[in-house]
């Protein structure tokens, strides 16, 4: 049977998003996860990166249709004449660290914060997470398959057995902080681990009580979770308010689903936005270049921390690919990314107190929560002031749920003809203020800086039908009010004709 992936992305709704594919589990059938697998091996190939007979490392999340979908992987592996090695279930960051560290290949079945009806698998080649011209690699592949191996829904007739799994990526993991951080530095240290269902809850454990922290296991759950650090659940954020007036910490941390988007917060228990840790990780790690999303919180710039940021759109491909510039621009720079839901991204190699912290140029938690800790304390300050030593900017977003993306690049075009005045003029209209427009930016969608520092951006979801506002101001109620009255006002959108 030969199948299209631009063809199987419309006929089985399992798409394209950040670095590999994702759907509902259902449609996630074994064989649309093979001929995804398949594909991926063949465009390695292809590229030279791969030959039969190699290594392709696998691992996975702890969401309930995971391990159906790992044997998957690994049978599309075997089929394609690879040799799938099993690191079990580890974060994201974890299995590609390795890869980049022995130049194999890996794939992780996760859906990373999203519910547990859904599934993904993300694609790392020996360099890291797959880019944008992987991508379009991938999705141009035609694929042979034996339909004879699948039954009439889609599933394989014989079940695979995964090999041994191995702990090398895990034990590479953890050393990578033990190995940069000063030994028992978190001594005296009380830590909250919020640990639901990640898939880092484990090796995060390990790394905090290797580094002298005392740790105590907060929510542990044995049923899936959906964390999203971008949009936190009420029930997460009292909990944390709860967790710190009864444990009084030094403050708590968490991950997501696959560990490659943190959760920190302050001794109080206030979880902290994922572009000010960013900032404050970047910080510690003394990068002298950094590369952000369009919808970062802008005290990256005001202060003054870095010798240059710049701006991508979003999603750590940009991010990646604006790194790997930045690096061919400035070679012996320390160049390091974030995303606003607080991922760390790191291309170059980190030197700081004669330790040396490899490379990571895909999403990474740990060294976040890790830095931000290690700050404060070296500061010798409780983690809401030194949140506080940054500009005062604040960030508040939103989003409309089922609003269709053809409906938000029209609602949008009306901000974007290209002509400064009719521009400002529409957003004025379209947003009443005492302020004016200043600057209008189009990298990802609209984001509009007014005279009074405001900020306003708008963009169509990259992967789901909703129209996301993100809001910046100069106090975190006035964030919150500028994005309540924007959400109001786009609401209408549906309803008035473009």
């Known amino acids: 049977m030969n199948i299209s992936i631009d063809e199987l992305m419309n ?10 594919v994702r759907g509902q589990v259902t449609d996630m059938t074994d064989k649309v996860c093979v001929a995804y697998v398949a594909a991926f091996i063949q465009y390695l190939e292809q590229e030279g990166q791969l030959a039969r007979g190699d290594k392709i ?48 290949p890996t794939i992780m079945v996760t859906g990373s914060h999203i519910p547990d009806d859904r599934n993904g698998i993300k694609f790392n080649t020996v360099a890291g997470e797959i880019l944008k011209q992987d ?4 999705r141009q592949q035609r694929v042979e398959l034996d339909d004879s191996l699948f039954d009439q829904h889609g599933y394989l007739m014989e079940l695979h057995e995964l090999p041994p799994v191995s702990d090398a990526a895990h034990e590479l993991y953890v050393n990578r902080y033990l190995d940069f951080f000063p030994e028992l530095c978190l001594q005296g240290r009380h830590i909250g681990l919020y640990q639901h269902s990640s898939v880092s ?49 030094d403050c708590i941390v968490s991950t997501d689903g696959d560990g490659d988007r943190p959760l920190v917060s302050d001794e109080k228990g206030q979880w902290l936005r994922g572009d000010i840790v960013g900032i404050l990780c970047a910080a510690y790690l003394q990068a002298d270049i950094v ?27 940009y991010v990646i690919a604006a790194m790997q510039q930045a690096h061919r621009d400035v070679p012996h720079a320390n160049i390091v990314g974030y995303e606003a839901n607080g991922g760390f991204l790191q291309l170059t190699r980190i030197h700081r ?12 938690a740990v060294i976040v929560a890790l830095s931000v800790m290690l700050s404060a304390f070296e500061h010798q300050l409780p983690v809401s002031q030194l949140v ?61 800086t007014f005279d009074n520092e405001d900020v306003i951006h708008l963009r169509p979801s990259g992967n789901a039908p909703e129209l996301r506002c993100y809001t910046e101001s100069s106090s975190s109620a006035s964030a919150r009010a500028i994005n309540q009255r924007c959400m109001e006002q786009m609401a209408t959108w549906n309803r008035q004709p473009g």
């Open 353 to 364: 107190d004669d330790r040396v912290l490899s490379p990571l140029p895909t999403r990474d």
């Open 135 to 138: 991508e379009q690699g991938i």
């Open 57 to 104: 490392g696998i691992a996975g999340d702890l969401r309930s249709s995971s391990p159906r979908i790992i044997k998957a992987v690994a049978a599309a592996c075997t089929m394609r004449g690879g040799i799938p090695v099993y690191f079990g279930c580890i974060p994201s960051p974890a299995i590609a660290l390795y890869g980049i560290a022995h130049q194999m």
């Open 201 to 249: 809850r484990e090796v995060f454990a390990t790394i905090l009580q290797k580094l002298g922290a005392r740790v105590t296991i907060l929510g542990r759950s044995e049923t899936f979770v959906s964390v999203d650090t971008e949009a936190i659940r009420p029930e997460d954020t009292a909990a944390a308010l709860q967790w710190a007036e009864q444990y009084d910490f």
């Open 388 to 448: 506080e030593t940054l500009p005062s900017r604040y960030t508040y977003s939103d989003r409309l749920k089922q609003f269709p993306t053809e409906l938000s690049q029209s609602r949008l075009a009306q901000f974007t003809t290209g002509d400064w005045h009719t521009d400002s003029l529409n957003i004025q209209q379209a947003f009443p203020s005492d302020s004016k427009p200043v600057l209008i930016d189009n990298t990802d969608g609209v984001r509009v």
């Open 11 to 20: 006929q089985s709704g399992v798409l394209f998003g950040t670095s590999g």
């Open 291 to 317: 590369m952000t999303p369009v919808s970062c919180n802008s005290a990256v710039e005001k202060s003054h921390l870095f010798s240059r940021v710049g701006r991508t759109k979003i999603g750590s491909p």
